[in-house]
C-alpha cells in the first residue's frame, strides 16, 4: 500500500529515487537514461506532493519540461487521469487544459511550465519543483527556479525542494548543478544510473538501439554519460592548458569559422609552415556565441510556416549561409538561392557546395540588389538576418580602420537603402504561397519602418520574439553594446491578396 492508498507498480531503481522524494527533505538530483520511466514517476508523486502539507508547505507544486509541447505530449494525459482517478478531480471544473494548471480542494494548484519562457516562472511561491529534463535548461532558467524555493520571509521551515529528472545532454549547466550537489551531501541526494543500474527499461529495444545509433549517442542517452560531440569540440579547449605567450611573426592571419545550430565560434589564428607536417597554429583570438539562432529560425519555420517542406528558399544578406544550409539539411528546402554582395561570401558558398555535392540543389549570385539576381524558379521561402542599424552608430567606429569597414558592412543598412529595394522587388521574384521570415530589431522596425514592407504589399502575420532578453549572455553588449531591453524578433510576411 502506498502513501493516500494509491497502489503503483515500480521497477528498479525507480523505487529508490520516488523514495527519496517522499521520505528526505533533501534535494534530489536523479539522472537516468531514456526511457527510464522519468515521467511516470513525476505523474505519480505531483499529486501526492499537492495533497500533502509536508511536501507543498501551504505553496504551489511545478512541473517543468523544457518546451510547452512536451508537456502536453508527456505528463498531462497521464497526470489528469491520475488526479481524476485517485484525488476525484474533475476535468474542466478542477484541471484546467488551457492554463495547465490543477487545482487541489486545499486550493494548492499543480503548474506545468515550459523551462523555454523563464521569464513566466517569475512570481511563483513554490513548495516542490520538478524539472523533467533539465539538460536542456539554460543556466538562467535554473538560476531561476532555485530563486522560486526560497523560504517565506520569517519562515525558513517553508523552504521549497527541487527534484532533477533528467538524461544528460552535455557538460551544461546541469552538469555544474550536478558537481555541486555531489559537493553538498547534505543538502543534495545524487542518483546517477545507466540502463544497467536503473533496471527499468527494456532491455530487448535498448540492446537493438545499441546497435542502431552512434556509441557516442548510446552512451548519452543509455550510459548516462555527459560527454557530447559538442563537448568534444567546445568545451574541451582550456586555454590555459593549451595556450602560451603569442608573438606576432608578421606572418598570414587566418580565421576560421564554424556556424554551428546553437554555439557559433571562430578563431583567429597565425599559422606557420602550412600545409606541412611540421607547421604550427597559434590562436591570437576565440570568440564563441551561445544561441546564435540558426535552430531557432528553423524551429520558428517548423511551427509557423504553412509547409513542411518548401521548394526554392532564397537567403537574402546570406554571408556565407549558415542559416541556408541548415534549412536544407534539416530538410525544410529542396533548393537554395544565396545572394550576397561581398566576394568572400560567395567564395565560401563555392567551397561549401563543393565539398558537400550540393552543385545541383544549391545556387548563388554576388549581388546587392534584387532585381539583378538571375530570374529562374520562383521562390517560396525567403529567410534573412540583414543589417539591422539604418544611420551610423558610435559602435561601428574603432581604432582600427578594418574593424570600423567590417562592422559597418555587417550592421549598416544607410537610411534602410537595402531593405526598402529588397520589399520593392522581391514581390515579382515569389510564389503565389511564398512566406517571408526576416530577423529584425523590435521594436525599431516594426514600429518606425514597417512601411518598407507595408507599402510593397506584404502582410505581418506573426511576429515571433527571437533571443529575448538575450544579448547579455551571448556577448552582444560587449562586442556591439546592444541594450538589453532590444527585442530580436522574426517578422513573419506574406503578400497581400
Not at 528526505?24 to 502539507?53: M, N, R
Not at 487521469?81 to 484546467?96: A, H, P, T, V, Y
Not at 561581398?342 to 544549391?362: H, M
Not at 543589417?387 to 544607410?414: A, F, G, I, N
Amino acid at each position: 500500500m502506498k502513501p493516500n492508498n494509491i497502489e503503483y507498480e515500480l521497477f528498479g531503481e525507480q523505487a529508490t529515487i520516488m523514495q527519496d522524494w517522499l521520505e528526505s527533505d533533501k534535494h534530489c538530483i536523479d539522472i537516468v537514461p531514456v526511457g527510464s520511466g522519468k515521467t511516470f514517476l513525476a505523474a505519480v508523486a505531483l499529486p501526492l506532493f499537492a495533497t500533502d502539507e509536508k511536501y507543498h508547505k501551504g505553496k504551489d507544486i511545478i512541473y517543468s519540461a523544457p518546451t510547452g509541447s512536451m508537456i502536453k505530449s508527456l505528463i498531462w494525459e497521464p497526470l489528469k487521469q491520475s488526479c481524476m482517478e485517485n484525488f476525484g478531480l474533475r476535468d474542466g471544473k478542477d484541471i484546467n487544459n488551457s492554463e495547465l494548471t490543477i487545482k487541489f480542494p486545499n486550493g494548492v494548484f499543480i503548474r506545468c511550465k515550459s523551462a523555454e519562457m523563464k521569464e513566466n516562472l517569475r512570481g511563483l511561491n513554490v513548495g516542490m519543483w520538478v524539472a523533467d529534463e533539465a539538460s536542456l535548461y539554460s543556466q538562467e532558467t535554473l538560476q531561476e527556479i532555485t530563486n522560486r524555493l526560497r523560504p517565506r520571509v520569517g519562515s525558513p521551515d517553508t523552504q521549497g525542494r527541487l527534484i532533477v529528472i533528467s538524461t544528460p545532454n552535455g557538460n551544461g549547466p546541469l552538469f555544474d548543478l550536478f558537481n555541486l550537489a555531489e559537493n553538498n551531501p547534505d543538502k543534495y541526494i545524487v542518483r546517477h544510473y545507466n540502463y544497467k543500474q536503473m533496471r527499468s527499461g527494456n532491455l530487448e529495444f535498448i540492446e537493438e538501439q545499441k546497435r542502431i545509433i552512434s556509441p557516442l549517442k548510446f552512451e548519452q542517452d543509455y550510459m548516462c554519460s555527459w560527454e557530447s560531440v559538442t563537448d568534444q569540440f567546445f568545451y574541451t579547449f582550456n586555454r590555459a592548458t593549451h595556450s602560451r605567450d603569442v608573438f606576432d611573426r608578421l606572418g598570414d592571419i587566418y580565421t576560421f569559422h564554424d556556424f554551428n545550430k546553437r554555439v557559433m565560434c571562430a578563431v583567429v589564428a597565425q599559422v606557420t609552415k602550412p600545409n606541412s607536417n611540421s607547421g604550427t597554429m597559434e590562436i591570437l583570438k576565440s570568440y564563441a556565441i551561445k544561441d546564435c539562432g540558426t535552430e531557432q529560425l528553423a524551429q520558428q519555420i517548423r511551427d509557423c510556416g504553412k509547409k513542411d517542406v518548401y521548394n526554392n528558399c532564397y537567403e537574402w544578406c546570406s554571408g556565407s549561409a549558415p542559416i541556408g544550409f541548415y534549412l536544407l539539411d534539416q530538410g525544410l528546402t529542396e533548393n537554395l538561392c544565396l545572394v550576397d554582395k561581398y566576394d568572400l561570401a560567395i567564395s565560401d558558398i563555392g567551397i561549401t557546395v563543393e565539398q558537400n555535392d550540393l552543385s545541383d540543389k544549391v545556387f548563388s549570385y554576388r549581388s546587392d540588389t534584387v532585381r539583378d539576381i538571375p530570374n529562374t524558379q520562383p521562390w517560396d521561402l525567403v529567410v534573412s538576418n540583414p543589417p539591422h542599424s539604418w544611420v551610423p552608430t558610435p559602435d561601428m567606429y574603432s581604432d582600427d580602420e578594418l574593424k570600423t569597414e567590417y562592422l559597418s558592412r555587417v550592421l549598416l543598412d544607410q537610411d534602410l537603402q537595402t531593405h526598402i529595394e529588397f520589399f520593392n522587388n522581391v514581390g515579382e521574384r515569389l510564389a503565389p504561397d511564398a512566406e517571408m521570415f526576416i530577423i529584425e530589431a523590435e521594436p525599431m522596425f516594426v514600429q518606425d519602418h514597417g512601411y518598407t514592407y507595408e507599402d510593397a504589399g506584404f502582410e505581418l502575420i506573426g511576429n515571433y520574439i527571437f533571443n529575448h532578453q538575450e544579448a547579455i549572455q551571448q556577448g552582444f553588449e560587449h562586442n556591439y553594446n546592444i541594450p538589453p531591453s532590444i527585442r530580436w524578433n522574426t517578422l513573419h510576411l506574406i503578400k497581400k491578396d
